[in-house]
């Protein structure tokens, strides 16, 4: 039983250097949208997508380990109560080191949010000032609304029949 909660701080400290890294890429990306670098954005931005991947896995992992545990519907900072006493100790060190990393990415993926919502606010300010339609106006050239699509009579069913 002992080595299903190794493995469960294992899970934690995955998720641990995961938030890190995330932190770390919404540095990156906030200081290349302060200097208007496209290219470095989108590569991040890539990059992010593929940890998101890697936390698809982490959560598949939890999904397994929880209910081995019995710790369903346990909120994160009342699992190490859980735990066998030898390893409250660590469990609730890796614990509040997760919980510190979750609010630091939180607090960076914030500023970077609001400053690419901004950024894109003057953008779209500019393309309207410059004559183009507001966004959600209408749809930019060569593309028309639809308004309604039915099928063509070809297609449609008589079910009574």
Do not use: C, H, W
């Not at 998720?15 to 995330?22: A, D, K, T, Y």
């Not at 593929?50 to 209910?67: H, I, S």
Request: glycine share 6%; aromatic share 6%.
């Amino acid at each position: 039983m002992d080595e299903l909660y190794r493995s469960y701080l294992d899970f934690l400290r995955s998720m641990s250097r995961g938030l890190e890294s995330l932190t770390e890429l919404n540095e990156k990306k906030l200081a290349a949208a302060q200097a208007d670098d496209l290219m470095v954005l989108n590569e991040l931005l890539n990059q992010e997508q593929a940890q998101a991947l890697n936390f698809r896995g982490l959560e598949l992992t939890r999904d397994k380990l929880l209910p081995k545990l019995g710790l369903q519907n346990v909120p994160l900072s009342k699992v190490p109560d859980r735990f066998p006493p030898e390893l409250q100790a660590e469990a609730r060190q890796t614990v509040e080191e997760l919980q510190g990393r979750y609010q630091a990415y939180q607090k960076m993926s914030s500023r970077t949010r609001n400053l690419l919502e901004q950024t894109l606010r003057e953008v779209e300010s500019v393309i309207v000032q410059m004559g183009g339609p507001p966004a959600g106006g209408e749809a930019g050239p060569g593309y028309k609304r639809e308004t309604e699509s039915a099928p063509p009579p070809s297609m449609k069913t008589d079910f009574r029949a």
